[in-house]
């Protein structure tokens, strides 16, 4: 039996009782390593799993939580953020009126229509495109250099410079064409490809409208209308005025109901939902045959032991807790380095793959449950063995 | 090594997996645990590989439902769902080639389907052709070829979503600005086309997008002569379309397209991160196994070693071990393969399906994975010292 490091001894536990299920865990100590490799590599694949799941979604959220404003118009048809379906520029000005708006601007986007050139190798890819007015940024875009404000000159853009490399969206190119249009590059800013478009532009109003003029040549329609509310103003009251104000074929919606469309809508349609999800079940199962088999085997080495201690009067309660608190340091065990293992991959992969790959309290608290149950559940499995256990049998 | 000995070891082979098979079966219930966490590893190698595979697979769907040997297309061909546009004067220049059947302009466009559930307007993959053309292999389609040239109606694929509302045939839904009725359904796959994916005749696509031209193509897929060569007739066709179109033989689209789904999306590194940890975690599955059968029986081990068994034999006898395992966990893994890539293909309308490549490329990792796990649990193996251990 090993003596347990006597710095640990001092830590843990409170004085007068026997760590009896950290002992057994460190007893052997390359079966302890060996028992956190298998339980680690489980654990880090549903990490990864989860993390490429939460990446996914998020990046398709990620330019929703950026829209600067309160209250939001867009057509009632709408199904989903990424795809055109435009509304008048009357029905946002008549939203402006209302009282209680401080100001309402438009967000012009296209997803499908409009080509960048990569400057390099002269291809033609899809591209986003996001437009607002230069004076009214109604979009945060994240890490901008470069002046907005050029924007209000024609053919002007801004280029995500963490767009797939394929795009030739270098920081150093001047300039470039949008269907066939010469464009300057005034800048830049950091978003990254989600599920819709592998990057994105951003352009001034005037710029958009030359480029996707509306039917018979009017100005293009809008695409999300940006409203802030007055300071003070209560604002489910100012989303019913301006609901009461606007044709039915209008949407009016708080910043948590626009995520929530999407949300709905990519938990409903994508597959990348039922693909994680599995990949994290089979993560788990398999950790669980780890877990059982790392239990069951130490049991059924131990149970002379085991045997001994009831027969010297210790409850079966005891002795099960003792193999609930071993599964779940075993747990922990496997846990701690695999969080470490993925924090360092989520950042690899996500370089690579220019997915926003995070590690977050939640995705660490998330994994943790998961861990700790699946080791616990196995532990409920092979203890029976433990209660059955008859001191006369095995002597 | 003396030649007897290695005469020895021979006749020892089959003594070798007799007694790795004791021993597996002299404690059958720690086996099936093995046996199991083998299972679920094998099966993980099975579900990433599906995907791996499915993704450039999903994209493939329309290719492969065609009947065609050679596709022309424009140089800025991304891939099926975007295909670029290319004059249709080329397709024509091509038909009159001795080595060509037939060469079809296909059409596509995407337009708002304005009849979907909630007052939404998903946006639906339209498909153009000529139905007068046995283009497609799906046989619902040539049944109902006659129906697509009623004015004004279309073929909705199966595997449309629910958010498009009933596809119930004779259902009248607006499409872009015009009233279509629904002809009728037929079953190939929305593959990456889009939510929902209709099927047009090619006079109804002009009708439904007025402002496109039928003389700019988007993809033209060329039927050649029996007998003919694929790749010389590409050949000839390339010299006469120059430079702006492209022309792609069977093989040669399908390897553009796996590259583009594997290099230019996420889909090559997401799936295959999965496909190497889930490998490592097999490899865990069965060294945990190994590792702890031998040190359990490191008195039996030192006693074979003290009779005189070589230490090739005890290695041996473990390899056979972990080959055993691996091998017997593989047949429950791949049924249940079978049954999880039809879950899959429901849940996810990707088509993840059994190849022979595929079981054997699986089955070839099972078996590294066994003999990696095997020579690691080797090392507590040359612990058995006779000395030591009495």
Redesign the interface.
Known sequence: MLIAPSRLQRLWPPAGFVPLAWRNLTANK??LI??S??IG??V??ML??LG?QRAFFNASLEIIQRLDGDIFLQ?????RFA?R?PFPRRDLDAARAVSGVASAWPLYADW?DVFWRNPSDG????VAVFAFEPDHPVLRLPGVDGNLEELSELDTVLIDRHA?R?LGMDPSIEQSELNGVKVRVVGGFALGPNFES?GTVAIGDRTFAQLLPGPGGDPPGVEVGVIKLRTGSDPVAVQRAIRAKLPPEIAVMSKAQLLELERNFQA??S?AG??FA??TL??F??GM??A???I??DL??QLPQYATMKAIGYRTRYLVRVVLEQAAFSGLAGWIPAWLLSIV?YSV?GE????QMRMTWDLALISLVLTLSMCLISAVLAVRRVIALDPAEVF | MTEAQVGVGRARQPKRVALAWRILTYEKG?TA??I??VF??I??IF??LG?FFAVPQGGMLLYDNMQFDLLMCSN?Y?YQA?PGQFPRSQLEQARALPEVAQATPLYFG?A?W?S?ED?????VFVIGFDPQRRLFEVDDINRQLGVLEETDTVLVDTGT?P?FGPLTTGRVVKIGDRTETIGGRYDLGTGFMG?GVILVSDLNFARLFPYRSLDQVNLGPIQLKAGVEPNRAAEELRKLVGPDTRIFTRSELEAHEAAYWTT?T?VG??FG??LI??F??GI??V???L??QV??LLPQFATLKAIGYANRFLDGTVITMSLLIVIVGFVPATAAALGLYSV?RD????PVAMTATRLATVFAATLVMASISALLSLS?LRRADPADVF
Do not use: H, N
């Not at chain 1, 690579?352 to 997915?355: E, G, N, T």
């Not at chain 2, 007052?119 to 946006?123: C, Q, R, V």
């Not at chain 2, 849940?347 to 990707?350: A, I, S, V």
């Open positions: 390359p079966r060996r028992s490799g298998g590599f489980a880090l694949l990864m799993q490429f057509s009632a048809s709408k199904y795809t379906d499908f291809k033609s890819f899809l797939r394929f592998d409903d349609v597959s039922p693909i599995m990949g089979v993560g199962v398999v045959l780890i059982y088999q790392i069951y085997t059924a080495e991959l992969v690579v793959a220019l997915l | 720690r645990l093995a199991a966490g679920m590893a099966l993980l579900v990433e995907f800025q991304e975007q995407s708002k304005r979907g007052g939404k307007w998903p946006d979503r958010m939510l230019r996420s590194l997401i991160s999965g940890i889930s490592i975690v865990m599955v060294y945990q196994t590792a702890t040190s359990r899959i849940e996810t309308l990707l507590s």
